[in-house]
């Protein structure tokens, strides 16, 4: 039984498609009519030449570029959601957002598939346009419990490409708090990262006597969040976002970050779509 918090998620999120978001708006995304090259296994009649030698030397197998029309793709959803996602609200935003861009998809008449890696264990949901299913996609976003739950980043990038055969418009939604190399899905997708933080976890208020808990691990942690402490924590965070926003830009990956459900629209209108 779906409790009235997400049914009210949901419905904050249907009349927000319908009244500021549609399908037509996430199509814009796709590009202007020109080509997208797609990474694809090497077969023995393809061009050596064609031969991405960076890309299969990450992915360990032999990969080319390959040029294709653009033509109307999935749109797929990849939620991460590890032990950090308990900070505030941040797992009923990651909910929301997944939820507005399913309707959105759903409006639009185009296919949602949904990819949430929960820890160590991933879920997919298979492209549809079937409204039950892409709820139902929703719903085990909000009902998991991630406390104690930490996923392997490194991995994330090979395990999508393996998984999400047919080329998407992927949303790759999370708080970005780990390093996560997106170069290769951007060479096959039109990828788009959604950052979802709470403002605690950015500016944390000094608490000597407070018990710190890693949320990936559920275990203490034997560090006081003194003046100075935090000082170090949000230098150490700055370096980490400028560097994770330089790599998005080389790649010409869209982002947002969002903090709050009130404030997700405005920022997708201004920065991804």
Not at 7 to 16: M, W
Not at 50 to 69: D, F, P, R
Not at 175 to 198: G, N
Request: hydrophobic fraction near 40%; glycine fraction near 4%; aromatic fraction near 10%.
């Amino acid at each position: 039984m779906m409790d009235t918090k997400f049914q009210t998620i949901l419905l904050r999120a249907k009349e927000d498609v319908y009244t500021h978001l549609s399908g037509g708006n996430l199509s814009r995304i796709l590009g202007e009519g020109y080509d997208f090259a797609e990474l694809q296994e090497y077969q023995s009649t393809d061009d050596i030449r064609h031969i991405s030698w960076v890309n299969s030397a990450k992915l360990g197998k032999t990969y080319v570029k390959k040029m294709h029309e653009e033509r109307e793709l999935n749109i797929t959803v990849c939620s991460l959601i590890d032990g950090r996602m308990v900070i505030g609200d941040k797992q009923e935003l990651l909910s929301y957002i997944v939820a507005l861009l399913g309707y959105s998809a759903y409006s639009a008449n185009d296919l949602f598939g949904a990819i949430s890696i929960f820890g160590s264990d991933i879920k997919e949901y298979e492209p549809t346009k079937n409204i039950e299913v892409i709820e139902q996609s929703i719903y085990d976003i909000y009902d998991f419990e991630p406390l104690g739950k930490s996923i392997n980043y490194a991995e994330v990038p090979s395990k999508l490409m393996q998984t999400i055969e047919a080329k998407s418009l992927l949303f790759i939604i999370g708080d970005f708090l780990d390093d996560i190399d997106l170069s290769i899905l951007s060479q096959k997708h039109e990828v788009v990262a959604v950052i979802v933080r709470d403002t605690w976890e950015e500016n944390p208020i000094a608490s000597p006597n407070a018990q710190l808990i890693n949320p990936q691990t559920n275990r203490a942690i034997n560090q006081t969040l003194s003046i100075r402490a935090i000082r170090e924590y949000r230098s150490k965070l700055l370096e980490h976002d400028n560097r994770l926003i330089k790599q998005l830009n080389s790649y010409n990956i869209r982002y947002a970050k969002v903090y709050n459900i009130d404030e997700v629209i405005g920022k997708f209108n201004k920065s991804i779509l």
